[in-house]
Each structure stands twice: as structure tokens, then as C-alpha cells.
């Protein structure tokens, strides 16, 4: 991969495919995931593979640190007050 000085240009030293983005655009490119960009014909097996793992790895990472900002009470003692719903801040 070659990052130009403008803007953010990259190429793939695979394909020699060239686009606006970033190392995350070229992340998808290599894995062949399709997201914003197509995928790259060129990258042998084993480095697809490499980069598909480590999306998937990222995107286990973003879902355990996502929170939810709310928690369960039980309401059955304390049924109709402002007691009964509990808001966990971030």
C-alpha cells in the first residue's frame, strides 16, 4: 500500500487499485468485504484471510465495548415511582 500526499490517496500494491480513503478503506479492499470499495482480485488467499480476521476481531472489540446506558430494577416493591426506573450514566 502507498499513501500519496494528497489527501488521502492510497493504492493497493496488489491490484494497483486507486482510491480516496484511508488504511480502513484498504483494510476492506484486501478482505474482500465490499464496504465502500471493491475488493481486490489480486491478494493471495492467506492475506485475505489475514485482514478478514482482523475486522472481525475489531468488530468483536466495538460490541463488547458498546454499552447499553440502561439497567434492569425489579419494579414488584417498588411499583409507580421514579425509584422503580434506573438510568446508568456513561
Known sequence: MRVFS???LVKCKCCLHTCWGDVARMKHHHAGTRENVIACTSVPDD??????KLLEDKEKVKETNRQDGFEEVDIQDKK???ESFSYKGK
Do not use: E, N, S
Open 80 to 82: 409507580g415511582t421514579l
Open 6 to 8: 494528497l489527501r488521502l
Open 47 to 52: 492475506v485475505k484471510d489475514m485482514f478478514m
